[in-house]
């Protein structure tokens, strides 16, 4: 009885345990479903992440967005086969295919070029739009086609971390009045120099892009990106100058503008300050920069009190002036009842004559 109660615990043990895998074995697939729906996604991860995908940005119903061409990405996954190992069983399909299945689970979506004809002054359009559109057939395809991803893109570490030091960086901003005066001095000069070395590429640009205009009439400028409104940081920092694709300018422009340039660069020299004038500037200046690192919140207290005490001492000088002024008034002016010029007392000549017939008739007196 105990034998046969044991057998039949380990047989029904067995049967659970083989029920159980049974439910496993019909779970598993689902999971590998579910897994395979993630594998596009993680692959259109890789590839946005990936630097060889050329790639821009524009605006598609005023909303930013990145996108490439069809032709490139083609290329691209002719030259990176290896990321197609993510896609499992798929990792056989072509570029084609693996787009259109993009486009099917809505990671994707086609897109046009706005402006369809050609602008003035250019031989074609643009190699890459700054406004799009959706198409009307989403099906991928190589000639002239654009294609935007429609997902989120994922944060690097650095964005996270710049995001959190934004507002330390402000309130460090607004606290610069009370640094000590080498911190002060560290944020100007590094400031100053950023600022020059800003105004120092954009003029030396612009004098290349003159001198090659006028010389070759060719249209050359380095870090054509810096000052565009919608670029990444990748793009804003290019060096290297985009393919000339407008018409070749005239020669009598030219060479009008060469002419205004030397006028310019004449005229600049004949008022360039002297060496006086130069001082001054700089005494001035340094006397600014100077105002600005010694101030502090105790300076600014006293110079107010200061400021205060000064009107005070101001408005007592100037009551106790008046007070004065009024008393001196008082004692010049002429008792009441009398004029200011009273003609009852004799002039000085008048003074005179009567002092003069005195003297006559005291002589007439001796001679009697």
Sequence with gaps: MTKSGAEKKR???SSSVANGSRDSSNDTPPRKKAAKKDVFQLFADKVRDHKDLESRWAVLQETRVEYFRGKDFVSFMRNHPELKEVLESDKNLEAEDIANVLLRKNLLVR?????????????KLSTWPAHLEIFSDQVFSENDAFFAWTFAK????WQTILSFLWPVLTLAICLFPVFPHQCKLIVLYTCAGVLLLILTLLLLRCVIFGAVWIILGKRVWFFPNILAEEATLKELFRFWPTKDEEERPKWTA???????????????RHHAPDEAARARYQKRVSNIIDDVLEWSPRLALSGMMEKQQTVINVTDTNSNSTEGTKSSTEEAAPPEGMDEEDNSFPSNSEWSGIKGGEDDDHQHQESI
Excluded: N
């Design 154 to 157: 994922r944060r690097p570490l």
């Design 254 to 268: 030219r060479l009008f503008y060469a002419i205004v340039a030397v006028l310019v660069i004449l005229l600049l």
């Design 11 to 13: 047989v029904r043990r």
């Design 111 to 123: 897109c046009d070029r706005v402006v369809k004809t050609v602008r003035p002054g250019k031989k």
